[in-house]
């Protein structure tokens, strides 16, 4: 627990940092009709309000009309986000797990190495990392004369997966030091290589604790990918400037709109952060 | 400071390096007040989003459910959210529905510039995160403190005021660190809703000169500039405000 604690591992939020196991319950029930609540008051806004809107080319449709049409595009956009969100995630974990034990090594150089890697892309804006990888990558590949073309998207998931990969790089050498040395010790008399030592030793019991955190990052991730929107990738966000566009720009939509995406991201995320809290207090190491 | 600039114009005419934000005026003047609103936009989102972690905080031990019923909701809907669709939604959807009204020049005005609508939204979003780190924080302070400030007389207000918080305050300050942390780093979502701040400014540099490698790095090193300065900053606090026997470290 203490080391766990003292690592700066989990640190890109809050969630259930230092709680105890005896919180109280808490009521969020009150969560989901208060979302709706807020959809419901825009949209009624919008209707009353007609009065502020310019003059629309097409003929002009109630909110309910507008989303209801606009959904299964917009839900379209979504699922992009969470392919995106998805791709940075596997890449993101791949490499971060190396990440994570090169900074345990015990080359001096690779550690240092290593560490400075998770600093620099721990403390970086995740946008900035985004409009770089944007920016800077090219936009195909040429291996051998085979030209592999780079989309957008495809740069998004790397630009993703740089924070990714140096959170997820902390969360590793977190659960790795939360492992009681005893452990070692006994795989060391028991004539494991270190390798050996990792992989059916520490690396296993590790999985349990890395999972609330790493369940967290995706979350955030998931989250994340509306940047995206920023440099042009057509997820959900810009899907939903195209689609008011297509209304004819009404003003008095926007609000609506914005709010079926949050909508959308809250019943995703919410259930993965509840699920997180769960496994948090089920894995909770007894002091 | 001219013999400074020459020396990366120079630079420019022998290697191509193009650090124009250095040695150009006017691309200086831009550059250093987007750096100065980004600072100027972490250090009030900082502030009030301490605010409303802690007055959240207090409001969610209050004896009405329905009160500590809101605050969970606020929590959750906000913690679950992207904040870029939750600076959208203000920016361009509340933004829209509310009254216009007249500046200083007499001119029809939106009642939030973008830069407020920023600092609210942020705020916000970050706030929400803050009033979980201390409710987290106030829970590990020992019940016998507050019962030993109930038998000396001390009110449920003082007693947050001057037992609880205080030492909630010092046992969640990693926690809280990490979360400013953050919400310094997400600062440049503002770029979005056209504040012109430092990523915002870059871009407009880049888009002029066509130096995307440099004024990207020198993007990330300013952020990480400011991101250290902020945790050079908790730590001085951290070791200003220790109380020997309370805080993670001693703990243990």
């Not at chain 1, 319950?25 to 309000?49: E, I, K, Q, Y």
């Not at chain 2, 900082?46 to 802690?54: A, E, H, N, W």
């Not at chain 2, 029809?108 to 803050?130: D, E, K, R, T």
């Not at chain 2, 991101?227 to 309370?246: K, S, T, Y």
Request: a neutral charge.
């Amino acid at each position: 627990m203490d080391v766990l604690h003292r690592a700066p591992a989990f640190t890109f939020d809050a969630f259930g940092n230092g709680s105890s196991s005896d919180q109280p319950p808490r009521s969020l029930s009150l969560a989901w009709p208060l979302l709706m609540a807020v959809l419901l008051a825009t949209m009624f806004f919008g209707l009353t309000d007609n009065g502020f809107a310019q003059a629309a080319v097409a003929p002009k449709r109630t909110i309910i009309e507008v989303l209801w049409r606009w959904a299964p595009l917009l839900l379209w956009g979504f699922c992009f986000n969470l392919v995106i969100s998805a791709g940075a995630m596997a890449v993101g974990t791949g490499v971060g797990l190396f990440l994570g034990l090169a900074q345990m090594s015990r080359t001096r150089p690779v550690r240092v190495m290593a560490n400075v890697i998770t600093e620099i892309f721990r403390n970086s804006p995740w946008l900035v990392l985004l409009f770089a990888c944007v920016l800077l990558l090219p936009f195909q590949i040429r291996i051998f004369g085979l030209v592999i073309p780079f989309p957008d998207w495809a740069k998004a998931i790397v630009g993703f997966s740089l924070p990714i990969m140096a959170n997820v790089g902390e969360v590793v050498r977190g659960a790795v030091l939360s492992i009681p040395t005893g452990q070692w010790e006994s795989a060391e008399s028991l004539g494991y290589t270190r390798t050996q030592a990792y992989l059916h030793v520490i690396l296993p019991q590790c999985i349990k604790r890395m999972l609330p955190p790493w369940m967290n990052l995706y979350s955030l991730v998931t989250m994340s990918t509306v940047n995206a929107s920023v440099v042009g990738v057509s997820e959900m966000i810009t899907l939903t400037a195209q689609a008011n566009a297509a209304e004819g720009s009404r003003p008095e939509l926007l609000a609506p709109f914005y709010a079926f995406d949050l909508v959308c991201f809250f019943l995703y995320c919410y259930p993965i952060g509840k699920w997180t809290e769960y496994l948090e207090r089920k894995y909770q190491v007894k002091i | 400071m001219q013999p400074v600039y020459d020396w990366f114009r120079h630079l420019y005419d022998t290697t191509g390096i193009d650090l124009i934000f250095i040695y150009d005026n006017f691309d200086r003047a831009r550059t250093i007040k987007g750096f100065f609103i980004t600072l100027e936009l972490s250090v009030i989102t900082i502030i009030l989003s301490l605010i409303i972690g802690v007055v959240g905080a207090w409001l969610q031990r209050s004896h009405f459910v329905w009160l500590r019923r809101v605050i969970a909701a606020f929590i959750s809907a906000f913690r679950n959210t992207p904040p870029l669709v939750q600076l959208y939604f203000f920016y361009f959807g509340l933004g829209f529905f509310l009254p216009r009204v007249h500046d200083a020049s007499g001119q029809l005005v939106p009642m939030f510039s973008n830069l407020q609508w920023a600092i609210i939204s942020l705020s916000l979003f970050a706030g929400a995160f803050n009033i979980e780190i201390f409710r987290s924080g106030l829970e590990a302070v020992p019940s016998s403190m507050v019962e030993a400030a109930e038998g000396l007389g001390y009110s449920r207000f003082q007693i947050y005021r001057q037992i609880t918080l205080p030492l909630a305050f010092r046992v969640c300050l990693p926690s809280l660190g990490n979360n400013l942390v953050n919400l310094v780093k997400t600062t440049n979502l503002a770029y979005a809703i056209a504040v012109p701040e430092l990523l915002y400014v870059s871009q407009q540099i880049w888009s002029d000169e066509t130096n995307v490698r440099e004024m990207m790095a020198f993007v990330l090193c300013a952020y990480l500039f400011l991101v250290f300065l902020l945790v050079a900053l908790l730590n001085w606090i951290e070791r200003v405000i220790r109380v020997p026997g309370v805080g993670h470290m001693e703990a243990y």
